[in-house]
Every structure is written in structure tokens, then in C-alpha cells.
């Protein structure tokens, strides 16, 4: 896993206690509003995320740039790629 | 035999729109609105246009509306939903002691589970003071939860100075707004509240509708966990006809407001001041600041119930006290926490109007009602007085 610290989100979605699978639909709803090369942030306490966000990002083609622990949530970093 | 119903804080009748809006989805447009397909878009379209309707009726935002299957589920949801969300910033709540039990019981949850809880007072017409909630906050205070208006004495409270005090420190707001939604204007951005419980059937929708506005942005721990119906936040197949009934009726409520307000309050204002001259029967709650289709009294020397049926007998339905209590043949702890001495809170008596109630029915009751009284106190091993008075003293008709 890569831990990043102070990216610059363009867009930040604040998911923290929504149930699972929301971490993923969320990122594909946001997703589809970013322009290319813009950044994510997602921000979930759930811990499946840690797996499925990087595998989301290999699966669609987006760049994956890391993840920041907050103590109570993570917060995850992607960049938007053209596919 | 006559019937009148006077109890619609306890439910209301469907308006004839709503049932028609719902019948669809009773029927043909049975989907789950997960579902893929056609049957599952149109469930899920109906219920995203309730929400739309829902929100327009508390100036909120679709976004914010979370429906749940009642006010009780709702106000379950707020307490223990920002009590664990924030219980690293602290674990102290106030709450106060007017609430409904769903409220007072998630309180009392929440105290078991490590959290201190501070039940405010409230005075001899049920105002909740916004001075004592200032000073009952502390460093710990995460939530304040006050009902906009209470069901069983009809005191509406001074709500936007209590979320005044509560925003100097930063604290979070759930109000019990289920008797006030769709009864009197209920602005969420004008009382500045963060989270407020409705109820469909509080205003000629279905019972099995609610919601909870919980204002953007703000982190919530779901009450149900599974799928991921409300946006995660609250899960199970939805209720769509009793939604889509909720949305019309919201709809039909923000239409109709001031002249519903406009035909009840006459109504209410004749039973409170006709029976305020009845011998030792004493109006509860605020006389100016109460709902509009509320009068609720305690009657001296009977009791609640005895009073309830006969009125029942005669074709009249009420209530007394709140259902909980009234249940369990306890004295109502909101009129306690009042300071009515519990012998007179026994006999308490709730009549709450609605829009099908007509002015002969109003004039039925009253003469009904003082006939009962006189019938139970004939019998009423108290007709001669009480003896030795409890502490607390009497309860005296407000001027």
C-alpha cells in the first residue's frame, strides 16, 4: 500500500459510516464527474476499501496515487485517467 | 351514533390524494427499487420524487432526506447515529424531558453504554429554558436534542434560541419535529437545526413513512446495516407506497398549510376557552406558543382513562396523556417533569383536531365532555377534595 500525505484533492467525498458497497459506487459516481488528470479524494472508515479502491483503479484504468491513515478513516487518492 | 375523532397526534386519516397516489404501488408498480430492470427504475424514480416533495416541505435538500419507517426509527437513528459518530470529541448529550420516549429511551441507551446524559427542565407550561441549556453544556457536549413541540401538552419550544446557544459551542441539533411537520411552518434552515424527524402520518399520509433531515455533510452512524438503500446510510427494502404517500401528502401539506392552520385553530380556541370554564379542569401547555388543533387539559378528581371511554361510548375518540404512558397506567412523565402533581396528571386529557373534524363536532364534544366529567366525579371517591395535598401544589389556569 502507498501512503501519500498532503495531496490536493480537486473533489472530496466524505463516505465515512456509509455501508459497504458505497465506497465503491461513490468512486464511480465521482469519478464520472472529474475531468481527466483531476484527483479524488474519498474519505470511508470501512476497511474492505483498503483492497478494493487500488483493485478498482487497475480494473478502470485510473491512477491509484495512495492512501492517508486519519486515525478513525482513511482517506484514498485516485487521478483520473483517460481510458 | 355520532363519531368525532380528536386524536390525531396519535395518527391521522389518509387524504383521499394520498391513498390514490399510492394505490400504483400496491398494485402494478410492485418493484424493489434495486432492481435493474423497469419494474425496479420506476420504484426508484417515485421514491427519488417523494424525497424531492419531502424536502420541500423543511426548505432541505433531496440529499438530506433519509426515510425511515417512523418518527420513533428516526429519532432512534439521530441520537445514537451523532452520539456514536462524535463520541471522540465527547460523550455528553442533553436531551430534554418533554421528549417523546423514543427519544428519552435512546438517551437512556446511550447512557448505558458510557455516554452522560442531562435531562432538562422544564417549566410549568413544558418550555424547555435556552439559559439552562446554556448552562448545561460542557467541553463533552456532542448533541442536543429538543422536541420542536410536544404531542401531549402542544407547547411549541423556543427551538431557534436553543440552536442559537447550542452553535456558540459548535454543537450538533436534533430536533422531534413530528408533531410540527406539516402542522406549522418547519423551515430547517430557518431554525438552523441539524438533523429533524418527521412523520407521514402526522399529516394525512401513511403510517410506515418517515424521515430523518440530517444536513449535508454531516458524518452519521446507520441504525440499520445492510444494503444500500439511502445512500448506505440506512438499509432495507424500501416502503415505496408509503414513500410515495409521504411525498403527497408533503406536497399537499406545504399547499395547504395556512388555510388548514387557519380552519383548526378557531376549532382548538373554542374547546380551550369553553372548557376552561368548567370547574377545576386545567388547560396543559402554553396557551399562546401550543400546535394549532391542540387542547389538552387535566381534569381534577378522575381519571384519564375513565374519561377516554365513556367519551368513546359517546362516539368521541381521545387520548391521555402519551400512548406509552397511558399503556402501562402510568402518569405521564412529561406532565411530572411539569410539576403537575401526579394525582392530576391521571387526569389528563388530549384532544387533537384535524382537518375531517367540523364545527358541529366541536360543538358535540363539548357538550359531551363536561357531561362526562360530571358523570365521573358523581362517582369519584375524590368529590369532596383531595385530603392532604401533594407537594407541587396545584395547577392553575393560565390567564
Known amino acids: 500500500m502507498k501512503f501519500v500525505e498532503n495531496v490536493k484533492p480537486d473533489v472530496t467525498t466524505d463516505i465515512v459510516y456509509m455501508m459497504c458497497p458505497m465506497h465503491l459506487l461513490k468512486l464511480e459516481e465521482q469519478m464520472r464527474e472529474l475531468e481527466q488528470g483531476q484527483i479524488l479524494e474519498i474519505m470511508t472508515d470501512y476497511d474492505g476499501a483498503l483492497e478494493d479502491i487500488p483493485d478498482w483503479c487497475e480494473k478502470t484504468g485510473n491512477e491509484f496515487l495512495g492512501m492517508e491513515d486519519s486515525g478513525d478513516f482513511f482517506k484514498f487518492y485516485i487521478r483520473k485517467r483517460a481510458r | 351514533m355520532k363519531k368525532c375523532y380528536f386524536d390525531h397526534v396519535a395518527t391521522n386519516p389518509l387524504h383521499p390524494e394520498v391513498l390514490e397516489a399510492m394505490m400504483p404501488y400496491l398494485k402494478e408498480e410492485f418493484g424493489n427499487p434495486l432492481s435493474v430492470y423497469e419494474y425496479g427504475m420506476r420504484a426508484k424514480s417515485a421514491i427519488e420524487t417523494a424525497r424531492e416533495k419531502v424536502a420541500g416541505l423543511v426548505n432541505a435538500k433531496s440529499a438530506e432526506i433519509i426515510f425511515t419507517a417512523s418518527g420513533a426509527e428516526a429519532n432512534n437513528f439521530a441520537l445514537r447515529g451523532i452520539a456514536l459518530a462524535r463520541q471522540n470529541e465527547g460523550k455528553h448529550v442533553l436531551v430534554s424531558k418533554m421528549e417523546h420516549h423514543s427519544v428519552l429511551n435512546s438517551a437512556r441507551f446511550l447512557e448505558k453504554s458510557g455516554f452522560a446524559v442531562t435531562y432538562l427542565p422544564v417549566d410549568r407550561n413544558g418550555f424547555v429554558d435556552p439559559d439552562t441549556v446554556k448552562k448545561s453544556i460542557t467541553n463533552e457536549t456532542v448533541l442536543i436534542s429538543v422536541t420542536h413541540a410536544s404531542s401531549e401538552v402542544g407547547t411549541i419550544e423556543p427551538l431557534k434560541e436553543i440552536v442559537r446557544v447550542a452553535k456558540e459551542r459548535n454543537i450538533i441539533v436534533h430536533t422531534d419535529a413530528v408533531a410540527t411537520t406539516g402542522n406549522i411552518p418547519v423551515d430547517v434552515k430557518d431554525l438552523g437545526v441539524d438533523l429533524l424527524s418527521m412523520a407521514a402520518h402526522q399529516f394525512y399520509g401513511p403510517k410506515g413513512a418517515a424521515a430523518l433531515y440530517v444536513r449535508q455533510g454531516l458524518r452519521i452512524v446507520p441504525l440499520i446495516y445492510g444494503g444500500i438503500q439511502e445512500s448506505g446510510r440506512r438499509a432495507g427494502t424500501e416502503n415505496v407506497p408509503a414513500i410515495v404517500g409521504m411525498g403527497r401528502a408533503a406536497e399537499l401539506a406545504k399547499a395547504e398549510l395556512q388555510k388548514r392552520i387557519d380552519y383548526l385553530r378557531p376549532l382548538r380556541d373554542k374547546v380551550i376557552d369553553t372548557m376552561s370554564g368548567v370547574e377545576r379542569v386545567y388547560l396543559t401547555g402554553d396557551r399562546v406558543n401550543r400546535l394549532p388543533a391542540h387542547a389538552s387539559f387535566c381534569v381534577e378528581y378522575i381519571?384519564?382513562?375513565?374519561?377516554?371511554?365513556?367519551?368513546?361510548?359517546?362516539?368521541?375518540?381521545?387520548?391521555?396523556?402519551?400512548?406509552?404512558?397511558?399503556?402501562?397506567?402510568?402518569?405521564?412523565?412529561?406532565?411530572?417533569?411539569?410539576?403537575?402533581?401526579?394525582?392530576?396528571?391521571?387526569?389528563?386529557?388530549?384532544?387533537?383536531?384535524?382537518?375531517?373534524?367540523?364545527?358541529?363536532?366541536?360543538?358535540?364534544?363539548?357538550?359531551?365532555?363536561?357531561?362526562?366529567?360530571?358523570?365521573?366525579?358523581?362517582?369519584?371517591?375524590?368529590?369532596?377534595?383531595?385530603?392532604?395535598?401533594?407537594?407541587?401544589?396545584?395547577?392553575?389556569?393560565?390567564?
Not at chain 2, 402510568?330 to 401526579?342: D, F, R, T
Not at chain 2, 382537518?355 to 358523581?378: C, H, Q, S
Open chain 2, 303 to 399: 381519571e384519564g382513562e375513565a374519561m377516554l371511554l365513556l367519551l368513546a361510548a359517546k362516539g368521541v375518540f381521545s387520548a391521555s396523556g402519551s400512548a406509552c404512558s397511558s399503556k402501562a397506567l402510568k402518569a405521564s412523565p412529561v406532565l411530572l417533569s411539569m410539576g403537575i402533581p401526579s394525582s392530576l396528571a391521571q387526569g389528563s386529557i388530549v384532544f387533537s383536531l384535524g382537518m375531517g373534524n367540523a364545527p358541529e363536532d366541536i360543538d358535540y364534544l363539548l357538550t359531551e365532555f363536561p357531561a362526562v366529567i360530571k358523570r365521573l366525579r358523581e362517582i369519584s371517591p375524590y368529590a369532596q377534595g383531595w385530603g392532604e395535598r401533594e407537594e407541587g401544589g396545584e395547577c392553575t389556569v393560565k390567564e
